[in-house]
């Protein structure tokens, strides 16, 4: 059984986890700007914690196709407020969504819990900085950066390469420090993949526990789910369910989510059944 440590604290993975997200930055690509002043973040945290999320993933820079980087200070004054007013109010863990080593110790300086990476530790200092903090960290696989991860994505082999690339992480952690049980693996879905990769990574995702380490899936309201049934971003709620419900039955220990209470619902049907599936 998997199961994170942090601050004398522990989440056990032997079921699976709803992380919430919540983007406090006004262009992330599904809920840009929505929860970008500090009290509706605060609402729609208090939500996502009552309808049942184990961990609140907060990020102040947003990485849709395109993105443009935004500044320490940006990233900071947008997330710290956040951390510390849900650190103080709630018994739940907090996950920072950031790549960069300045943000990680101030964050868990506040009372977050773990950090979520989407360049998997590849910024300068940032690896030294995760090995410092001894929290649990999320490597996740992108090809290319934010702005241009999504123009001609191209591999050998998807699964083979992404593979290859989360164990070359997971080597580099090791030999910063950072201890192989506070890791957990993303293979990062949308993040430089096309349509066919994509679908590709949720119908092979078990495969993904080669390593013994827990997976994140995030797939939450997703371009693979627009593309593929011609649905606004604000019209994927059945997919982005879909794809939670598969990625759980192909291993998935966590699941990065939008809907906490819908997905909240599908992870207990699939709980109350489960047992049973022959």
């Not at 110790?105 to 506040?110: C, F, L, N, S």
Request: charged residues 20%; glycine residues 8%; contains cysteine.
């Amino acid at each position: 059984m998997f199961q994170l440590t942090s601050k004398k604290r522990t989440l056990a993975l032997d079921s699976p986890q709803v992380m919430g997200i919540l983007n406090t930055t006004p262009d992330s690509f599904s809920d840009g700007g929505q929860y970008h002043q500090f009290d509706g973040a605060c609402q729609q945290a208090r939500e996502m914690i009552a309808a049942g999320a184990s961990i609140i993933d907060i990020g102040g820079e947003s990485t849709r196709p395109g993105a443009q980087a935004v500044s320490v200070e940006q990233e900071l004054a947008r997330v710290i407020p956040l951390v510390e007013y849900i650190a103080a109010n709630f018994d739940v863990w907090i996950s920072l969504d950031t790549s960069k080593p300045e943000v990680m110790q101030a964050g868990i300086d506040a009372g977050a819990h773990m950090i979520n990476d989407v360049r998997a530790l590849q910024e300068p200092g940032a690896l030294a900085m995760a090995a410092k903090l001894d929290v649990p960290v999320c490597l996740m696989h992108m090809q290319g950066q934010p702005r241009t991860m999504q123009m001609a994505p191209e591999y050998d082999d998807v699964i083979v390469d992404i593979k290859q690339f989360l164990q070359d992480r997971v080597d580099a952690c090791l030999a910063a420090g950072i201890k192989k049980q506070q890791l957990i693996l993303d293979p990062g879905f949308g993040f430089g993949k096309t349509l066919a990769h994509n679908y590709e990574l949720l119908g092979r995702l078990n495969e993904f526990s080669w390593l013994g380490l827990p997976v994140l899936a995030g797939l939450s309201r997703k371009s693979m789910f627009g593309q593929l049934l011609a649905r606004d971003v604000t019209d994927r709620l059945p997919a982005s369910l879909a794809g939670a419900l598969i990625s759980i039955q192909q291993g998935a220990q966590i699941v990065r989510v939008h809907d906490v209470q819908q997905t909240m619902d599908v992870v207990r049907v699939w709980q109350a059944t489960e047992t049973y599936i022959r």
